[in-house]
């Protein structure tokens, strides 16, 4: 295209419209273009718009606009039974009360520039001509510059291509690089301008965009921080199905011989192909928004992409309400809600200043809505509600919902659409959609599309909130199967993480845990069910409570998994599991360890701070069968550190399994200040590789000890008179280590663990020992694997009291066998502890 090349009609309708045209080729479109500053005053007159409105470029610069387009109404009855008036961004026309004509239209209600772009159709007077048909557009311009509206104008007349001809043809395949004939340069070089006055808008992009304009003969876009916003007209035009209606009207008649029928104006077929452009640019904006949102699962990530596809582009408000239990990740019952429904109004987004309405509707906000209101109307009848202007009636109804808040400021005057969002015939929440008092109403069209936008959005938020509720299940039950350990135990300090698995299902089958012991020892275990899923964590819990169980019955570490293992096999599930099990004893400073194919643990030497792994017999996974267990013992020294974890903290897929244990060496003996810290410390090594997707548990013991003179130890024959003397041994020792607060009550409770052991067993073994930690231990154990219970004795009964006395005095007591037979056991609580 050579700059300066003029637009002229097209073959068979004579001359342009206004003033000398020159002969163009077939397909071309006149357009007019005008710019408009920040005082109303022309800067930019093209040559079509010398054509069209009938002014020279020099009468028209610095001119008022209102001056140079002026409009004197709407077309005649007999030409047109629509009014020409102001549309907006959805095409639909202003009230009948709004001027019609071009220049007063320019202008918002508040009299600052244009805030939204518009279009319409005008009848212009020009001098020394009939009047002219115009269809026109006019967008709001952002920028340094001094240029504040971009007005474009094209005659109707040239838009209406002769059937079967030329142009006819040529607009059926109208290309992209179909040309823009003004004054202005190339197309090239309009797409390479078009950044210029559009902000953030690439080369690249605004040649698409003159592509589009120039393929559809008409501006369909308008730009404003990347969001693209429909502004195609709509001039009344009769729908396709009439179109069709008619045409076979006229085949019938022309088959039978008679005359055709008279039907309304040809040219509305020419418009019809206009009303298929605004649908298309609806049904575009609906599979555009379709393609924003359910990029995540995550309720709050699909509410904000829902706000940002509507806002601006449809809406300038949107607030988002939902269900109490689809915030909570719960269930709720089916059903139609009713007043004491609460909703939670978990987004507000929108193109006012900021703040503005933050105090008045805070996000995070429940509150219910009684029956008056669209919102109850919306969310009970489960359909759309439309509102197109909210009167001060209606607002100070709505207002009065808001307490001690006047939201009426922020809603009176403006169009509302609430719109349901339901799934699988449950509301789930509703849309609150507002626009500026200066935009077009809300129409019926815009009730169908957003009652389709509140479908589509629906079903994803049903998505997200049966992942969040699942979610919420599957936490749920890994919390419960994970068992709350202290941080302290009988000499040793423990702490552990748990960390979910980065896939979609993120529960899975690890745990760990610590069991007391009796003689003050400690066991712990970390396991590893494979797999993922419920059934993987169902199988976990089935396994940490037999090992609990089994632990409770002091079995040795190797007898213990081979149990465990029998135990797999007979639940009848082909789960495979790993398991590592280690007794502590702080008081010969020993840890003995069994593996069944686990991850083997680190032990933090506190001497030289060096972590190294243990040489374990690997062991076969639990659940193979028939395989044997090795139990392996390992001097510890006072403040060592054992670190055992499952092989997701280690593991990564392309990296051999070395290089994690050889990190984890590293990052155990790495000095902390706490047990915590360590643990964060480990975590933070291994957990920022990249590409973990299995979950993790971890624990850390740091074994303490406990020294030879907080321990005394006694045997006792198995005599009644023994009560007496267990007595006096442990008052004199707790006298020696100054703990006589408690020595009535030891020296009571430990004469009643001896006297049931003489007289309710035939043990010919008994010893006593007393164990000086963070409480006092007192154990009493005999050669007898009957274990005692509490009885409810009677009023006259001169038995059975000695178990209440000590269930009732002691912080704990209990009984656990052991191989040789049975240990009775109670604690205190130390004084100042």
């Known amino acids: 295209m050579d700059r300066g090349t003029e637009k002229a009609a097209s073959p068979g309708r004579g001359t342009a419209p206004c003033g000398a045209a020159e002969p163009l080729p077939p397909g071309r479109v006149p357009l007019a273009v005008v710019l408009i500053d920040h005082e109303g005053l022309v800067s930019h007159w093209s040559r079509g718009a010398r054509r069209l409105f009938g002014a020279t470029r020099e009468e028209a610069i610095g001119r008022p606009a209102v001056d140079l387009l002026p409009v004197s109404g709407a077309l005649p009855e007999d030409d047109d039974p629509a009014p020409y008036g102001r549309y907006g961004e959805t095409g639909e026309p202003t009230s009948p009360g709004d001027d019609d004509g071009l220049g007063p239209d320019l202008e918002s209600p508040r009299g600052g520039r244009l805030p939204y772009p518009a279009s319409g159709r005008a009848r212009l007077t020009v001098p020394g001509r009939d009047r002219a048909d115009v269809l026109w557009w006019a967008y709001p311009m952002v920028g340094p510059g001094r240029e504040r509206l971009l007005v474009l104008a094209a005659d109707a007349e040239g838009l209406r291509p002769d059937p079967g001809g030329v142009e006819e043809r040529a607009f059926e395949r109208i290309a992209p690089g179909f040309a823009l004939h003004t004054d202005f340069p190339g197309a090239e070089e309009l797409a390479r301008r078009l950044p210029d006055i559009l902000p953030s808008m690439s080369v690249g992009e605004s040649a698409r965009i003159v592509a589009q304009v120039l393929e559809l003969g008409y501006p369909v876009l308008e730009f404003s921080q990347n969001d693209r916003v429909p502004v195609t007209p709509d001039w009344g035009v009769p729908r396709r199905a009439e179109r069709k209606a008619r045409r076979a009207r006229a085949a019938r008649a022309e088959a039978e011989g008679l005359p055709a029928p008279r039907e309304a104006d040809g040219e509305d077929e020419d418009r019809e192909d206009l009303e298929y452009v605004a649908v298309r640019e609806r049904l575009k904006f609906l599979n555009e928004v379709s393609s924003r949102i359910g990029t995540s699962l995550d309720l709050a990530t699909t509410i904000l992409e829902v706000s940002r596809a509507v806002v601006p582009r449809f809406t300038d408000v949107a607030g988002t309400y939902l269900r109490e ?426 004469s009643e663990l001896v006297g049931n052991a003489v007289r309710h067993t035939r043990s010919r073994r008994l010893a006593l020992r007393l164990v000086r930690g963070d409480t006092l231990l007192c154990e009493v154990d005999d050669d007898d694997h009957t274990l005692p219970s509490l009885l409810d004795a009677g009023s006259v009964d001169e038995s059975g009291r000695g178990l209440r006395v000590v269930s009732t005095l002691a912080r704990e007591w209990g009984a656990t066998r052991t191989d040789a037979g049975k240990t009775a056991w109670f604690e205190l609580t130390l004084p100042g502890r």
């Open 325 to 750: 239990q689809v915030v909570a990740g719960e269930g709720f019952p089916e059903g139609v809600p009713d007043t004491t429904t609460l909703w939670h109004r978990v987004a507000v987004h929108h193109t006012d200043e900021p703040g503005r309405w933050d105090d008045v509707v805070p996000v995070g906000e429940a509150m219910p809505f009684p029956a008056h209101t669209p919102f109850f109307q919306c969310m009970t009848t489960g359909e759309p509600v439309l509102v197109p202007r909210i009167s001060e009636e209606a607002g100070h109804a709505i207002a009065s919902q808001f307490e001690k808040r006047d939201i009426r400021p922020l809603i009176t005057g403006r169009s509302m659409l609430v719109v349901p969002l339901k799934a699988r015939d449950v509301v789930l929440g509703f849309m609150v959609l507002l626009r500026h008092p200066e935009r077009v109403e809300f129409n019926d069209m815009d009730r169908v599309t957003g009652a389709e936008l509140a479908a589509r959005v629906g079903l994803v938020l049903d998505n997200a909130r049966m992942y969040t509720y699942q979610e919420s299940v599957a936490e749920t039950l890994q919390d419960s199967m994970l068992p709350r350990i202290p941080a302290r135990m009988a000499g040793c300090d423990i702490a552990t993480r748990y960390l979910p698995g980065t896939l979609l299902g993120r529960i899975g089958g690890d745990w760990f845990d610590s069991v007391k012991l009796p003689g003050a020892r400690t066991a712990f275990v970390v396991g590893d069910v494979m797999g993922h899923g419920l059934h993987s964590a169902a199988k976990m819990g089935q396994l940490r409570t037999a090992v609990r169980t089994m632990a409770a019955l002091d079995l040795p570490p190797a007898q213990l998994l081979r149990n465990l293992d029998d135990l797999s096999q007979r639940l009848g599930d082909s789960y495979l599991a790993t398991c590592l099990y280690a007794v502590y004893d702080p008081i010969v400073s020993e840890l003995l360890v069994a593996n069944a194919g686990h991850v083997p643990p680190v032990l933090v030497h506190a001497g030289c701070g060096r972590g190294e792994l243990l040489d374990l017999p690997t062991g076969a996974p639990i659940g193979v069968g028939g395989v044997p267990f090795e139990a392996v013992r390992v001097r510890v020294e006072p403040g060592d550190r054992l670190v055992m974890c499952t092989d997701g903290l280690v593991e990564m897929r392309g990296e051999d399994i070395g290089v994690g244990l050889a990190t984890l060496c590293e990052s155990a003996a790495h000095p902390a200040a706490s047990m915590d810290d360590a643990c964060d410390t480990i975590v933070r090594a291994l957990n920022t590789r990249g590409g973990r997707k299995d979950d993790v548990a971890l624990l850390m013991a740091r074994l303490g000890g406990i020294e030879p003179g907080d321990v005394a130890e006694w045997p006792l024959a198995p005599d009644p008179a023994e009560a007496g003397r267990a007595r006096a041994l442990v008052s004199g020792r707790l006298r020696a280590w100054n703990l006589d607060q408690l020595v009535e009550p030891a020296a009571l409770l430990v």
